[in-house]
C-alpha cells in the first residue's frame, strides 16, 4: 500500500468505521518502518488493506477493512493470514487486537485465525457505546499454528479465484524444440500429457517432427491440443483455465504456444495464465514428489539453462545464479560432437563415463570459488578441446572414457559446490535437481551425497518429467491461477525471461 | 586480410575496436571451431555497444537480442539442419533489421551469406592462439573490414597483415 492509495483508502475507511482513520493518519502511519501494511487491489484498484504495528515479538493489528462490494470473498481472511504470515517473518510470535463486541463476521474472521477473547475494555467505541473485545493468539510460530495459517491463506485464496476447486487446466509448452501440451485436475491429478516427439504420436500424425522451427510448432499444436483433450475425455467446454510458457525460450517458437492459448482465452473467456518454463521444471519436482514444498532451493540444468533459485514460499522466486556462456547441457552436447559420438552429449558421455577415470586429466573447475552462484563452462569446453588437441598432435589415442570421467566430474563438481552453498546460505531444508540434466546418474548420484550429508531432502523427478513437458506447466498455472495471477490478451513472449520478474 | 591474436583477451580487444565502427543492419558472419574464439569476439562487440546484460551461448535459443547503443542480435546456426530452417527463426528479416547481427557458423548454408557482410574465420594455431581471417563482401562489407582492421593494426598484442 502507497501514499498513491490514500484517496481510495479513505473513502473505505468511511464507509466501514463509525470512527475512520484520516489521510493523515494514514500517511503517517506508512512512512513508520516499525509498521507492516498490505493491500489488496481488483483491476489495478486499492479495495482492501491491512495494517499491524510490532515490537519484540509482540504484534497489533490495527486496522482491517475491504471494500463493500468485494466483501464474502474471502478477502479479509487472504489479507489477515498474508499479514500474519509476514508479522511472523519478522520474529512476531504473538498478535492482539480489538474487535467491536457485536461486529460478529469481524469476530468469526479473527477466531478462524487463532485469535481468542481474553478481555474486554467497557464502552471502548464511545459513538456506540459497545465493548471492545480484547483478542490475543497462541504462539503463531507454533508449528500447529503457521500450518493452519497457510492452510487459511489456501482456503482464501481458492476462494477469492474466479475458478473452483478442482479446477481442470489446460496447459502449453512450445518454448524450445517441443510442442506440448497437458490437461491436468487440481494441479495434481494429470489426465492427460502429450509431447510432440513421442514415438506414438509421430505415427499418427504423419511423421511430424517439431524441431526449432516456429513453423513446426504451427503444424504440431492445434494436433497436439487435440489429442491431449481427447487422452483426457474432455472438451473445450469443460475446461476452467488455460496455461501457456510465456518465457524463456526460443521467441518464434513460444509465440506459437502463446498465440494459441491468446486465441483460446478470448474465444471461450476462460482466464490465461501464463508460467515461466524454469518455474514449471521446479514443479515437475513437486508431481513426482509431494515433500516437495517450499521454502527449496533448485538447480534448474538443461540444454539451454544452468539456473541456481531459491523459492523461499509459493510463488516468490530469486535467480541466485546463471551460467555466464554455456548452460550445462550444451556444454556435454558440444564435448560429443567435438569427439564425433553423436547428440544429444549427455546420455553419450556419461555412459562412457562410467568406464572412465574421473580424476585422469585435470580440468578447471570455472568459478567454483568465486563466491558467488555464478557459472561458467565455455573454459571447460575449450580446456577439453585443447586435450584433445594436444593428445592427437602428439599421435597419442585420446582415451575417450577417462576424458568423458574427467570432464563430467569437472562440472559436477562445480554444480554441487555451488548448490550446497546455496542451501546452506539460504537455509532450506530441500533441494530440487530440475531440467534434462537431472537425468545425468553421476550428477544425481553427486548431489544426493552431499545434499543428505547436510540433512537436506533431495528430490530428483522421474527421467519424462525432466525433458521438457505440459504436465509441469499444468501443476505451475494451477498455483499461479489461485493466486489471483492472470496474463493479459495482448501479453508478448519474454525470450529472456528471468524467474522472480 | 588476417589478425593473430595470442590470448582470448586480445579477440575480445579486437570485438570492441570493431564496434565502434558498426552502423544498423551490419552482418558479421563467424566460423571456427568448437572453443575458437567465436563468443570471446562477440563478447568484446557486445561491450563496444554498451550491453550491460551477460553474453550467454546463443547456441539453444538460436536467436538472443540484446539491448545496447544498438541492438545486438546474436545468432548460432549450429543446430540448424537444412537452409529451410533459415526461414523459420525469420533470418534474414532479422539480418536486416535496426540492429547488428554476429552469427555464429554463419558459414554453414551458402544462402545464409547475405550480399553485404564481413566473414571471420576463426582457427585455432595453439591453446591461445588464434588466427582471423577476415573478408569484406558487397561494398559496405569492404569498407568495414578495411576500417576494422586499420583501427586493430593501433592495438597492441596482435599482428594485423592487411
Not at chain 1, 144 to 170: I, K, M
Not at chain 1, 426 to 431: I, P
Request: glycine share 10%; proline share 4%.
Amino acid at each position: 500500500m502507497t501514499i498513491d492509495d490514500l484517496d481510495t483508502a479513505v473513502a473505505i475507511e468511511r464507509a466501514s468505521f463509525p470512527r475512520p482513520w484520516t489521510r493523515a493518519m494514514f500517511a503517517e502511519d506508512l512512512s513508520r518502518d516499525d509498521r507492516v501494511w498490505i493491500a489488496a487491489e481488483t483491476g489495478g484498484r486499492l479495495c482492501g488493506y491491512a495494517g499491524a504495528t510490532w515490537h519484540a515479538d509482540e504484534a497489533h493489528i490495527m486496522n482491517l477493512a475491504v471494500e463493500s462490494a468485494h466483501r464474502q470473498q474471502g478477502l479479509a481472511t487472504a489479507l489477515l493470514s498474508e499479514l500474519l504470515e509476514l508479522l511472523v517473518c519478522r520474529g512476531v510470535h504473538r498478535a492482539t487486537l480489538e474487535v467491536r463486541e457485536h461486529n460478529d463476521a469481524a469476530r468469526r474472521l479473527y477466531e478462524s485465525a487463532g485469535f481468542r477473547a481474553v478481555g474486554a475494555r467497557p464502552g471502548y467505541y464511545t459513538e456506540t457505546g459497545e465493548d471492545a473485545v480484547i483478542m490475543w493468539t497462541d504462539d503463531l510460530a507454533a508449528p500447529g499454528a503457521s500450518a493452519r495459517l497457510e492452510v487459511l491463506g489456501e482456503h482464501a485464496a481458492q476462494a477469492l479465484s474466479d475458478v473452483p476447486a478442482n479446477e481442470l487446466v489446460l496447459a502449453i509448452e512450445s518454448s524450445c524444440d517441443e510442442t506440448a501440451a497437458a490437461v491436468m485436475r487440481g494441479g495434481t491429478e494429470l489426465l492427460s500429457s502429450v509431447v510432440a516427439s513421442q514415438v506414438d504420436f509421430h505415427s499418427r500424425f504423419g511423421g511430424v517432427v517439431p524441431e526449432i522451427a516456429s513453423r513446426k510448432h504451427t503444424e504440431a499444436i492445434v494436433a497436439v491440443i487435440d489429442e491431449a483433450l481427447t487422452e483426457a475425455g474432455v472438451g473445450f467446454s469443460d475446461l476452467d483455465a488455460i496455461a501457456v510458457t510465456y518465457g524463456p525460450g526460443l521467441v518464434g517458437a513460444l509465440v506459437v504456444g502463446l498465440a494459441y492459448a491468446k486465441g483460446l482465452a478470448l474465444a471461450t473467456g476462460l482466464p490465461l495464465v501464463g508460467v515461466n518454463h524454469l518455474e514449471g521444471h521446479i514443479f515437475a519436482n513437486m508431481l513426482a514428489d509431494e515433500r516437495v514444498a517450499p521454502p527449496l532451493v533448485a538447480l534448474v540444468v538443461s540444454g539451454g539453462h544452468t539456473s541456481l533459485v531459491h523459492m523461499p514460499e509459493w510463488g516468490v522466486y530469486r535467480t541466485m545464479g546463471e551460467t555466464l556462456d554455456d548452460a550445462a547441457g550444451e556444454a556435454f552436447d558440444k564435448v560429443a560432437k567435438f569427439l564425433g559420438l553423436g547428440y544429444p552429449g549427455g546420455p553419450i558421455i556419461s555412459k562412457l563415463a562410467e568406464a572412465g577415470n574421473a580424476a585422469a586429466i585435470d580440468f578447471p573447475r570455472a568459478m567454483m570459488h568465486s563466491g558467488d552462484y555464478s557459472f561458467s563452462l565455455s573454459g571447460l569446453k575449450t580446456s577439453v578441446i585443447n586435450h584433445i588437441r594436444h593428445e592427437r598432435d602428439a599421435g597419442r589415442e585420446v582415451d575417450v572414457p577417462d576424458l568423458a570421467a574427467s570432464f563430467q566430474q569437472a562440472v559436477i563438481d562445480v554444480q554441487v559446490s555451488k548448490a550446497v552453498k546455496a542451501v546452506k546460505e539460504t537455509g532450506v531444508g530441500t533441494f530440487c535437481l530440475a531440467g534434462g540434466v537431472a537425468a545425468n546418474r553421476a550428477l544425481r548420484q553427486a548431489m544426493t551425497l552431499a545434499m543428505e550429508a547436510n540433512g537436506v531432502l533431495v528430490s530428483v523427478p522421474p527421467f519424462a518429467l525432466c525433458t521438457d513437458n505440459a504436465a509441469m506447466i499444468a501443476a505451475a498455472g494451477t498455483h499461479r491461477l489461485r493466486r489471483g495471477d492472470r496474463l493479459d490478451l495482448d501479453a508478448e513472449a519474454v525470450p529472456n525471461l528471468r524467474l522472480g520478474e | 586480410m588476417k589478425v593473430r591474436t595470442y590470448a582470448e583477451s586480445t579477440t575480445h580487444e579486437l570485438g570492441r575496436a570493431l564496434a565502434s565502427l558498426l552502423v544498423p543492419a551490419d552482418v558479421l558472419l563467424l566460423s571456427g571451431d568448437l572453443g575458437a574464439g567465436k563468443t570471446a569476439l562477440v563478447k568484446g562487440i557486445a561491450q563496444g555497444l554498451g550491453v550491460r546484460e551477460p553474453i550467454t551461448s546463443p547456441t539453444f535459443n538460436i536467436l538472443r537480442v540484446h539491448p545496447g547503443k544498438l541492438s545486438l542480435y546474436h545468432m548460432d546456426l549450429y543446430r540448424l539442419e537444412n537452409p529451410n530452417q533459415l526461414e523459420d527463426i525469420d533470418y534474414f528479416g532479422t539480418l536486416e533489421a535496426d540492429g547488428v547481427s554476429c552469427v555464429e557458423w554463419g558459414d554453414r548454408f551458402s544462402q545464409a551469406a547475405p550480399e553485404e557482410h564481413v566473414a571471420v574465420a576463426i582457427s585455432i594455431l595453439g591453446d591461445n592462439d588464434r588466427e582471423l581471417l577476415i573478408e569484406g563482401a558487397g561494398a559496405r562489407g569492404q569498407e568495414l573490414a578495411a576500417q576494422w582492421m586499420r583501427a586493430a593494426s593501433l592495438l597492441s598484442g596482435m599482428e594485423v597483415h592487411l
